[in-house]
């Protein structure tokens, strides 16, 4: 299996504008998380998704976040409109099953907002 | 709720000993999962070592072994004989029950220097 793989690696943009975050996990896991990378707040659990049913978006900062997740195979993190405090490494991650294997991380999308 | 708790924000280590990153949490979950990952310099997150809150024994993986004492809610990264090659980020993080699913979270991580 290729792991969890996510798109753009690197992604530059202007304030206001949108930009949208894709993510491929392993196949078979039920389970996909998005999380945010920061110096200042760590590693934040923004959203996290159970057989593509959205189950807690409780760490998602405000409205100008949105994900989906249409099928198994493919998740987007839309952020519209792209402030530069959204500037950070946004990591996927996927796992199996409620007590099996740890999450396996993408190689995550570095974002600046200019 | 559920928290994980890294107060280490930094620390050194001479190559070839051993060296104990600490980690405490805190959930209600009877029943719950306890992870290390590290994180180089390049940024990716690798998994080392996964410890269930029912297991007996103590994880170990190689090098690495997790000190696991359910009464005080810790969860210490033991990693023996470093190398050079640890010197990286290390992140605690905890999986537990949340309502229609089970989440990961992460504490704040420790970056460990090995000295050669």
């Known amino acids: 299996d290729a792991g969890v793989i996510q798109s753009p690696r690197h992604e530059v943009t202007e304030m206001g504008q949108e930009v949208t975050l894709r993510c491929k996990p392993i196949?078979?896991?039920?389970?996909l998380f998005w999380y945010r990378q920061t110096m200042m707040r760590g590693l934040e659990l923004l959203i996290y998704f159970n057989n593509n049913v959205p189950i807690d978006d409780s760490g998602m900062p405000e409205d100008r976040f949105s994900a989906k997740m249409p099928n198994a195979s493919f998740s987007t993190l839309k952020i519209q409109p792209s402030e530069p405090r959204d500037s950070a490494v946004y990591f996927c991650?996927?796992?199996?099953?409620?007590?099996?294997?740890?999450?396996?991380f993408g190689q995550g999308t570095r974002l600046t907002v200019v | 709720a559920q928290k994980i708790t890294q107060t280490q924000p930094g620390m050194f280590v001479q190559e070839k000993e051993a060296v104990t990153l600490d980690c405490t949490y805190d959930t209600s979950d009877p029943s719950y999962g306890l992870f290390w990952y590290k994180q180089p310099s390049s940024g990716e997150m690798i998994f080392l070592i996964y410890?269930?809150?029912?297991?007996?024994q103590n994880a170990t993986e190689g090098r690495y072994s997790l000190n696991f004492q359910k009464a005080r809610k810790s969860a210490n990264l033991v990693i023996s004989a470093s190398q050079l090659g640890d010197s990286a980020m290390y992140f605690c993080?905890?999986?537990?029950?949340?309502?229609?699913?089970?989440?990961?979270?992460f504490g704040a991580g420790t970056r460990l220097f090995v000295k050669a």
């Open positions: 991650a996927s796992s199996h099953g409620d007590r099996g294997p740890p999450p396996t």
């Open positions: 196949s078979g896991h039920d389970y």
């Open positions: 993080a905890m999986r537990g029950v949340n309502t229609g699913g089970f989440k990961t979270i």
């Open positions: 410890q269930g809150s029912y297991d007996q």
